[in-house]
């Protein structure tokens, strides 16, 4: 008797403990993503190989490499549990980490539990050698880290031809001028241990040492919505130095150095139906006579474009029964949508009432009004389900040099906006969110930070100022129209509105902006889900003293924007 009723009591047991893991999964729209860590990683010179454990549930992995800086130097999207990382350099004495998400077919991810570091101490070039050589002089190449440890050899190529190849026996090497003098050449430099090449190094004889300049955004002839731009670009390597420079109609209108490949414009350069050419142009230390130049041209659309639509919940794990609205920034627009993943159109339906969810639904929406472009299509797939935590991740602003209104008692950005932020994570912790915050470092450790810990939220905070201080108002940047975080944006945008001491000022509302790859923060390859507020100009009288006197309140403001997001509160 007493067997069967143990017998009968696991039976029980058994039966609990599966229709918990079995309601769990159905609730998690059927995924488990289980814990992993790396099996093994070995290299061989500038190959790395590297394994890790097969993840239950995932479809897909990103391995990411990170350099000491934190910034990311190789990043892979792969379907399989391993890979062959292929550098053409790392730098002596660097460390560097690798680290591995894991994402379900829902969008769901799971980071390896621990990174893998390694130290690359293999002899490199020094980064003092000059990459131009002087054509009627011998070119010193020097070396940094053991030159002793390994027989290595230092290999010199014109072009792709072997041209010499010697014993590295000390810091230095000489190259006689004999090998380039008068060639209009670029020369590899190769630092080989047992003919791996472990370290590269171009330079460049009587000839420019910068790449060719290409735009990617925007290209050129494009027609262009009235607002801010996002210009991007690539080549340019090896510069020093890049100028920027805006005409319209040959009539330069703004001219600027730049230390990255991607700037917003705003749009109170611009003027609809205007053409205007944008020029960048590279150029290494003093040589002007070396420098690359690029253009484009584009026009400003006379026609207004329509924002997207947005709704106002999170579309994974919404609760069975929750009534959806769809949503739009601009007044007096007309919604039409579609159920059955078709395009909408104006002869779609007309959206006229909340609609309720009770199954995995794809809604696709678009605004429409007379004498005005459509909206892009907005595309929500609502998934019924429920998580068990939620994560934010809270980067308030580190820029101590962003001086306030001092006579409301405004000090500096980094020091109000940290405190400011304080009050949101108070509030999200109330309710349970785990909240992470960017204590150390700079952007790069902040979006390392947060896309290993798999956050459903980065969120930065910031006030902001203007150059002649009498701009003022509340704006959110996201990166673009499609961005999974624009419902969100739109949300935290329109509840601080609500709050501010003068929200039926129109031009106080600045909206929802785009970054288009120019804001780390905010950019997916950088960190997941990224939001970056600016709350107010610090440096407009009326914006500072409000930030000063409603903290709390401003706080909250975001914190519950996200809360109702998520289904939270």
């Not at 006229?352 to 472009?373: L, V």
């Not at 939620?390 to 209104?405: E, R």
Request: net charge negative; hydrophobic share 35%; aromatic share 12%.
């Amino acid at each position: 008797m007493k067997k069967i009723i143990i017998s009968t009591l696991f039976i029980i047991l058994t039966f609990i403990i599966t229709t918990i893991l079995v309601s769990y999964f159905i609730l998690n729209n059927g995924t488990f993503l289980t814990k992993f860590n790396f099996k093994k990683v070995s290299n061989i010179g500038l190959n790395y190989y590297v394994y890790f454990e097969k993840v239950q549930a995932a479809s897909n992995y990103d391995v990411i490499v990170y350099n000491s800086a934190n910034e990311i130097i190789y990043k892979e999207n792969t379907k399989n549990n391993s890979t062959t990382i292929i550098f053409d350099s790392l730098n002596h004495n660097e460390v560097y980490k690798i680290i591995v998400i894991a994402y379900d077919k829902e969008g769901n991810k799971r980071s390896v539990e621990e990174p893998y570091t390694f130290l690359w101490n293999e002899l490199a070039f020094s980064d003092t050698n000059y990459i131009l050589m002087d054509n009627n002089n011998d070119y010193i190449v020097s070396f940094i880290g053991d030159y002793k440890k390994k027989d290595y050899k230092l290999s010199i190529k014109e072009e792709e031809t072997l041209i010499d190849e010697v014993d590295i026996n000390s810091d230095e090497y000489i190259i006689e001028n004999k090998y380039f003098k008068d060639k209009k050449k670029n020369y590899t430099l190769e630092i080989t241990d047992n003919n791996l090449v472990i370290s590269k190094l171009n330079i460049y004889n009587l000839m420019s040492p910068i790449t060719d300049i290409t735009f990617t955004k925007p290209a050129s002839g494009d027609m262009l919505d009235y607002n801010d731009i996002a210009v991007t670009f690539t080549g340019g390597d090896n510069a020093s130095n890049y100028l920027f420079e805006l005409y319209s109609e040959n009539k330069l209108i703004r001219r600027k150095e730049i230390d990255k490949k991607s700037f917003i414009l705003s749009s109170n350069l611009f003027k609809k139906s205007a053409q205007y050419t944008v020029k960048i142009t590279a150029s290494y230390l003093d040589y002007i006579d070396y420098s690359k130049t690029s253009e484009i041209s584009f026009t400003i659309n006379p026609k207004e474009t329509l924002k997207p639509v947005y709704t106002d919940y999170n579309q994974n794990y919404i609760k069975e029964g929750t009534k959806i609205s769809l949503l739009s920034p601009d007044k007096d627009v007309k919604i039409y949508y579609t159920l059955d993943g078709t395009e909408p159109t104006k002869d779609s339906i007309l959206y006229e009432d909340k609609i309720e969810i009770n199954n995995n639904t794809i809604i696709k929406a678009i605004a429409i009004q007379d004498k005005k472009n459509d909206s892009i299509v907005s595309t929500f797939d609502f998934k019924i389900g429920r998580k068990s935590e939620y994560k934010v991740y809270l980067s308030a602003s580190n820029q101590y040099n962003n001086l306030g209104v001092g006579e409301v008692g405004y000090t500096n950005e980094k020091k109000e906006m940290n405190d400011l932020t304080n009050y949101i994570e108070k509030r999200l912790e109330s309710y349970g969110v785990k909240t992470y915050r960017n204590e150390f470092g700079d952007i790069n450790r902040w979006t390392a930070d947060s896309t290993y810990l798999g956050v459903d939220l980065h969120l930065a905070i910031h006030s902001n100022a203007s150059e002649d201080h009498e701009a003022y108002g509340i704006e959110t940047w996201i990166e673009n129209g499609e961005a999974k975080t624009y419902s969100l944006a739109q949300k935290i945008q329109n509840n601080l509105m609500n709050v501010y001491y003068n929200k039926e000022d129109e031009l106080a509302n600045r909206g929802v902006k785009y970054a288009n790859g120019t804001l780390a923060e905010v950019n997916p390859n950088y960190t997941p889900c990224g939001i970056l507020l600016e709350i107010g100009h610090h440096d407009y009288l009326n914006d500072a003293k409000w930030i000063m006197e409603n903290k709390e309140s401003i706080g909250n403001s975001v914190a519950d924007s996200i809360l109702e997001y998520f289904q939270i509160k």
